[in-house]
């Protein structure tokens, strides 16, 4: 397979120990230091969610195209989507893309981490549409810059594949 991050070497994954949780929910202990998730949202509804310890409540879940688990989203991450999008209307949200990152925030007054979705929407796909992902070892900006400056315009990773297959049928013909 033809990946434009094809010539990267894979990065030492390392093991933390967070990463051998594995709750049912998407945390911060599912992103690497500084990464970034462009998601596209498919669906937002209320959930019971049992927490850590053993306490029920009802939730607004979001879950993602993508394949990443499943979000609660906090009346933080709520407003963030409202802003982005204008939109308050969480049955519109589906389809709509957003970036996750983990961002320290106070609580009971102690830093913890949260996952936060950035105020600005996701680099979408000129070709498909689709929100420009991460590919590998490299950022969605990475894909979205490499992109632009290999074929003119910003691809996500499925179609910049497309785009360097083509490119090489040409180069043998
Ligand atoms: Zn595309």
Same mark, same amino acid.
């Given at each position: ?14 093991? /933390? ?6 709750? !049912?929910?998407? @945390?911060?202990?599912? *992103?690497?230091?500084?990464? &970034?998730?462009?998601? %596209? ?5 209320? &959930? ?8 029920? &409540? ?15 989203? !906090?009346?933080? !991450? ?8 204008? =939109? ?6 589906? @389809? ?6 983990? +961002?320290?925030?106070?609580? *009971? ?13 996701? *680099?979408?796909?000129?070709?498909? @549409? ?6 590998? !070892?490299?950022? /969605?900006? =990475?894909?979205?810059?490499? %992109? ?9 990773? +499925?179609?910049? %594949?497309?785009?360097?297959?083509? &490119?090489?049928?040409?180069?043998? /013909?």
């Amino acid at each position: 397979m033809i990946c434009v991050c094809r010539d990267i070497s894979r990065r030492n994954k390392k093991m /933390h120990w967070k990463k051998l949780f594995n709750p !049912n929910y998407l @945390g911060a202990y599912a *992103f690497e230091t500084g990464e &970034e998730k462009p998601v %596209t949202i498919s669906s937002i509804k209320e &959930e019971e969610v049992t927490s850590t310890e053993g306490k029920k &409540e009802n939730c607004l879940v979001c879950t993602f195209k993508e394949p990443e688990k499943p979000l609660i989203l !906090n009346k933080t !991450n709520c407003k963030t989507i409202e802003k982005l999008y204008n =939109e308050p209307d969480i049955d519109q949200w589906p @389809g709509k893309g957003i970036i996750l990152y983990v +961002a320290k925030v106070k609580a *009971f007054g102690e830093l913890t981490d949260a996952v936060r979705i950035r105020s600005v929407k996701p *680099f979408l796909c000129s070709a498909c @549409g689709g929100i420009i992902t991460g590919c590998k !070892n490299k950022t /969605h900006a =990475e894909i979205y810059e490499l %992109t632009r400056k290999k074929y003119g315009k910003a691809l996500c990773p +499925a179609c910049a %594949t497309k785009a360097a297959q083509k &490119e090489e049928k040409k180069d043998t /013909h």
